[in-house]
């Protein structure tokens, strides 16, 4: 995925424990991405 997204791009994620592993964290970064993550509904 994160090849064909355009540069620069903001990659939206729940806050679920597998999306805020260092590799995953990195690989977005390294690749010229931004990360944010959203509340889930519950949280609310």
Request: aromatic content about 6%; proline content about 5%; charged content about 15%.
């Amino acid at each position: 995925m994160l090849p064909e997204l355009p540069e620069n791009s903001v990659i939206f994620m729940d806050n679920a424990s597998f999306h805020k592993g260092k590799n995953i964290e990195q690989a977005i970064i390294n690749a010229g991405h931004q990360i944010e993550y959203c509340l889930c509904i519950h949280q609310i």
